[in-house]
Nanobody, 121 residues
Framework: VQLQAFGGGLVHTGDSLRLSCAAS????????MGWFRQAPGKEREFVVA???????RYAGSVKGRFTISRDNAKSTVFLQMNSLKPEDTAVYYC????????????????WGQGTQLTVSS
């Protein structure tokens, strides 16, 4: 599966933004999907995942502010981000996996190219 993430940009603290991840090549419904982010000088970290059944899991730092959803018919996964903070600034990556575990970067084999989110204070 090929993935393309888009929707990043420059926003202010408290703003909202929605990222999208478009998949092609394989049927999205076969994959667990995740969003990760990587800030300068830091390791890539888990943000949120949605499994094939629609179950979700969030990192504590984004729980209650971010919402992941998927539209298998449109082969797209969304990440709605509300109440953004400067510490959310990072490159955001979407990823796909069929692994039993799907909360670590190492669980994923297919990655999108990343989209930059910058939150100014």
């Amino acid at each position: 599966v090929q993935l393309q993430a888009f929707g990043g940009g420059l926003v202010h603290t408290g703003d909202s933004l929605r990222l999208s991840c478009a998949a092609s090549g394989r049927m999205l419904r076969n994959y667990h999907m995740g969003w990760f982010r990587q800030a300068p000088g830091k390791e890539r970290e888990f943000v949120v995942a949605i499994n094939r059944s629609g179950g979700t899991r969030y990192a504590g730092s984004v729980k209650g502010r971010f919402t992941i959803s998927r539209d298998n018919a449109k082969s797209t996964v969304f990440l709605q981000m509300n109440s953004l903070k400067p510490e959310d600034t990072a490159v955001y990556y979407c990823a796909a996996t069929v692994s039993v575990s799907y909360y670590r970067p190492s669980d994923y084999r297919a990655w999108g190219q990343g989209t930059q989110l910058t939150v100014s204070s």
